[in-house]
């Protein structure tokens, strides 16, 4: 395979984005007839990478050839034209027309003249030869995610693509889906394609991948061929070696109260449990940190604590009290805190000023609301101290929430809910879209909480944050706990094995 030429070369990509350096100087190549797995963390650029190639980003700098041809893919129906065709984690497809009308879309844009009834018999074709069956006639929102892909790719062959690029195809998909389209990717490659998966699962890589090229915050950290490679080089690459922590100080403080969890079990759609059995204690004065892969149960873990989502069962006690049956509210009063992934839409009330974003946790006490009336210099003046002590750029507490940058919402958010008093934080990838230097002023924050008393629940996608400045770390794969460290037992390569479901 080493010694073909490349259909595609990308050449130096960089690309920017205002916070991160999205893609730093990538080189990338597809071969011709290979499964390609552009392997690596949340966030270390791959889907920059291959919108970029799709032509939806233009890229900063670096060049893009095709059969050893400097070309320039300004945007999608350019890279159509190339051959080259994507399918995004978020669908495209119209819900209310059905297979043969989502197919038709936009043809005539690529000059192809066919009325339905050709549609029909060259998709009848293309589906006989790919062995990806649906059923031409039927409307996509009747169609199980699975089926919903099929019919993206198959647009995709209609239109002449010789590289598909799917992206994180499987996250959705049942296990029995992920085996059909596998099959199915297998045979696009025996008809001469090539395919290009995006992936952040180790395990999918060994399955049906030929060729991996792993990216890490933006840079090249691996690329060769499948059956040249390891798991644990893999890993490595994934999520880097070395086991820095920056150590902040910390004090060993005695406070009593816990946060206790005991054996909750949530089911999903069919009975596919989401979380299974989960139990663990948070103390008061520690940081807990929850290691895992987006998409394994982390989130509604928090969402449960928290009360926003319901247990199927299973017991959360709350320094003593059973609190599984009360509401949010009730929580909130009790102790606890929330950082959540979702800024916009839950940690602040998009529409309104600062300063009544503020006390979003505590609108219903002291000393915001005595005897039923506001005090609003009590919630202008915690507003103003957020941002002062979180160095938010805000002009003032009156700005609206959805006019502050994305860092700086973030900021605002995790500045509030640490100086609200609480006992507990459930903090959700806290820093993520924060420049170095507020990371590190967040990081440092939540250490002092910790110092001062506050047990914090930490999910984090950030390895190293994880690492830096929690005292004991749990893993969680499939909804289950898979592993649990003590803050000397550290070890990423350890820790990130379990993440993707492998045995430490
Ligand atoms: N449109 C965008 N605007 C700003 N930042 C972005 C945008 N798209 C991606 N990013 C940032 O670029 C980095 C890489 O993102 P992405 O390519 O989506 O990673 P991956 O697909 O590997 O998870 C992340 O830090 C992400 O937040
Ligand atoms: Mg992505």
Redesign the pocket.
Known sequence: MNTKEPIIRMENIVKV????V??DGINFEIYPNEVHALL??????????M?ILYGL?KPDSGNIYIYGKKVNIKNPLYAQKFGIGMVHQHFSLIPYFNVLENISIGLNELKINLNLEKVKKKLEEIMKKYGLLVDPEKRIEEMSVGEMQRVEILKLLFRGANVLIL??PTSALTPQEVDELFRSIRDLVKEGKSVVI?T?KLYEVFQISDRITV?RK?KVTYKGLTSETTQEALVEAMIGKSVSFNDFSREQIKVEGSLRVEGLTLYGKGNVPIIKDVTFELKRGEILGIAAVAGNGEKELIDIIFGLIKQNSGKIILDGKEIQNKPVKNRIEMGLSFIPAERLTRGVAAGLALYYNSILHDHWSEPYIKHSIINEQEMRNFARKIIKSFEVVAKSEEVLAKQLSGGNLQKFIVGREMLRSSKYILAVNPT??LDVSATQMVRQALVNMRNSGVGILLSSEDLDELVSVSDRIIVMYKGQIVGSFERHEFDKIKIGALMLGKNA
């Open positions: 984005f205002p916070n991160v999205a893609n690596g963390e949340n966030g270390a650029g791959k889907t920059t990478l919108n980003y992206d994180e995006i952040h990216l933006g993520s879209g």
